[in-house]
């Protein structure tokens, strides 16, 4: 059974609607921020009444947002994404949802690569949101997270609410200018629509471009990730049909004949924990990377660079160590660097967004927690570098979901 998140605005209705034409079971979930006043609560009875008059379990919680923000000295928009998605994870933990559907669609993913490219960004952020993922948030990081609509433009949208006769909430915040995605929309959009009136189509099949060749220089395997929903056509119409979810493979990267490490790796584990111990050869998946560690003899001629997504490391050298996340006081020698450097730091230099800092995945030296060796799938501590004395290789193979 699938949870919805529904807002009560055109892209959430739309889902919503979809989804019931499909013949699906569902329930949906509606978040009151508090944030508008009568606003806010009108969404809520609006939203409620739908669900009512469908016969459809609907979920509905109050966040006191600004506190919140205030507390954790993030932006309202962090809070509320933060708030929001914790608060889904333990609905489909308590329930029992197989997965969590939200309405971004192909609008939201244009927006989201411009603010990527506005802020700086590595080559993930310009492959755009995928179909399928994981709920953003380290509790629940197992759960399936997705994005139905993500194949049709805004205009798409409207023109199937319209011919459905769909009724929805109009949110005044969304024709101000204070968030930087209303900026983009309000008043970026309308100047790219008049260059190129299939912008948003454009920018989406870029998106998936580069998506698509960025997978293939990794080698990355197909998406252990499973859609249980075929993107909707180009023109909107029609529910969205089903699929169920594919299985997991278990085929590895490191399949070298001449290496001795026995190949019977641990199932996938999502959401591995902070100081949790890691098998020098095994599968891991964090809340943003399903990765490979596989241990292989080393005689020096096998090339030291390796394709992106790819680290290797002295196995001797980095001896034990933890998988684990971003904390205070964590610091890497990154390699052919002169010295120390703050993980904090770090992430500043590489432009990592704040939000994404939390969920990359890390080893740490068993021996000092806070000694970062590896980022994966980013970079690798200097002091266990390939050298010539180097007997035995970690290979470490990020697959991006």
Excluded at 110 to 137: C, H, Q, V, W
Excluded at 275 to 299: L, R
Aim: charged share 25%; hydrophobic share 35%.
């Amino acid at each position: 059974m699938l949870l919805v998140a529904v807002s009560g605005g055109i892209d959430s209705m739309c889902l919503a609607e979809k989804v019931r034409l499909s013949g699906e079971p569902f329930a949906i979930a509606h978040c009151n921020f508090s944030l508008r006043g009568a606003e806010s609560d009108g969404d809520e009875a609006f939203v409620r009444s739908w669900a009512s008059s469908h016969g459809i379990t609907c979920h509905v919680k109050r966040f006191d947002t600004e506190t919140y923000a205030s507390s954790e000295s993030i932006s309202i928009e962090m809070a509320a994404r933060r708030l929001r998605y914790h608060w889904f994870g333990e609905l489909c933990r308590s329930f029992g949802y197989s997965a969590l559907a939200v309405a971004h669609n192909a609008n939201d993913n244009a927006e989201t690569l411009l603010l990527n490219l506005l802020r700086g960004t590595g080559l993930r952020g310009i492959t755009g949101m995928k179909e399928s993922g994981f709920i953003p948030d380290p509790d629940f990081s197992d759960i399936p997270l997705l994005r139905p609509l993500l194949g049709m433009t805004r205009a798409d949208i409207e023109a199937f609410a319209t011919s459905a006769g769909l009724s929805w909430r109009e949110d005044r915040t969304n024709a101000e200018n204070g968030y930087k995605r209303n900026k983009l929309r309000n008043l970026v959009f309308p100047v790219f629509a008049e260059i190129n009136p299939s912008f948003v189509e454009t920018l989406n099949r870029d998106m998936a471009r580069f998506a698509s060749e960025l997978s293939a220089e990794v080698q990355a395997p197909e998406s252990f990730v499973a859609s249980l929903l075929v993107p909707p056509t180009a023109s909107g119409s029609g529910p969205l049909p089903f699929m169920r979810p594919r299985a997991a493979t278990d085929s590895g990267a490191c399949t070298s004949a001449e290496s001795s490490v026995s190949k019977n790796r641990p199932k996938c584990s999502p959401g591995t924990q902070n100081d949790a111990s890691v098998s020098k050869n095994g599968q891991f998946c964090s809340p943003t990377e399903e990765f490979e560690i596989c241990e292989e003899p080393w005689d020096g001629t096998q090339p030291v660079k390796q394709p992106k997504g790819v680290l290797i490391m002295d196995a001797d050298k980095a001896g034990e160590f933890t998988e684990g996340r971003w904390e205070s006081g964590d610091w890497i020698k990154p390699l052919g660097a002169p010295g120390k450097k703050k993980l904090q730091d770090w992430f500043t230099d590489h432009h990592i967004p704040a939000d994404e800092k939390p969920f990359i995945p890390l080893l740490k030296s068993a021996k000092d927690p806070h000694h970062v060796l590896a980022v994966i799938p980013f970079c690798i501590d200097h002091s266990i570098r390939v050298t010539k004395t180097t007997c035995r290789i970690l290979r470490i193979i990020a697959k991006q979901p």
